[in-house]
């Protein structure tokens, strides 16, 4: 699977956007883009994941870059319950769901 | 649905002493996967089982680990003896197919002193 790059923390104030990227420049094209977080003293929690066009959930939008090659987590309207370590992770869908964690990115929201 | 249930949620133990985890996976979802969580080497996947079978265990540290499914619903994990250096929080978690998110459980600490 392809590795990925995330910058080690970032901080958002409370309400205001939450734009987090990934670069996955080796991502091959059948590997999809995950995103999870854990938020502490739980387990990490699946939040949107995408092959090549741009999701939405409920809970956050995934832009995946034309190339592929990289990509932003958006979290609209960050609480302070957001707070928590977010996961970009690249697999293949032929590996068996078998995901490999990379350090995250610590998002601390900000009052 | 209650989610996938670990148990116990913190064990302490003596170096040596054996020590099982356990695991409930959510009904219906057939993959399993045992983590293990430290700060120094973050999450890593230990073993993976698809229909009770383990399908990839290369994560599993050495022969003191083992993990089984007894049943479909059900997973141990089993250290023995235990170390030191086995502290850390073991998660396990389920997904319904093998292609989907995964389900974690809240984890359990474990402690060997």
């Known amino acids: 699977d392809a590795k990925t790059t995330q910058p080690p923390s970032m901080d958002c104030a409370e309400g205001r956007a939450a734009n987090l990227p990934c670069n996955h420049s080796?991502?091959?094209?059948?590997?999809?883009v995950y995103w999870y977080r854990q938020i502490h003293s739980q387990g990490p929690q699946y939040i949107i994941h995408?092959?090549?066009n741009n999701e939405t959930n409920e809970m956050a939008s995934l832009i995946i870059t034309e190339d592929r090659k990289s990509s932003t987590l958006i979290l609209p309207h960050a609480t302070l319950r957001d707070t928590a370590v977010y996961y970009c992770?690249?697999?293949?869908?032929?590996?068996?769901?078998?995901?490999?964690f990379g350090g995250g990115t610590r998002l601390m929201v900000k009052p | 649905d209650a989610g996938v249930i670990q148990s116990p949620r913190h064990e302490v133990t003596e170096m040596g002493q054996e020590v099982t985890l356990r695991c409930k996976l959510i009904s219906g979802h057939n993959s399993l996967f045992w983590y293990r969580q430290t700060m120094m080497r973050g999450l890593e996947l230990l073993i993976y089982?698809?229909?009770?079978?383990?399908?990839?265990d290369s994560g599993m540290p050495e022969d003191r680990f083992s993990a089984k499914m007894p049943n479909a619903s059900f997973s141990t994990l089993k250290i023995q003896p235990s170390e030191p250096r086995d502290s850390a929080v073991y998660f396990c978690?389920?997904?319904?197919?093998?292609?989907?998110?995964?389900?974690f459980g809240n984890g359990t600490r474990l402690t060997v002193t």
């Open positions: 992770i690249v697999m293949n869908n032929n590996a068996g769901n078998m995901l490999t």
């Open positions: 089982f698809n229909n009770n079978v383990p399908i990839d």
């Open positions: 995408g092959l090549k």
């Open positions: 978690a389920s997904s319904p197919t093998g292609v989907s998110p995964l389900h």
């Open positions: 080796t991502i091959s094209g059948n590997e999809y």
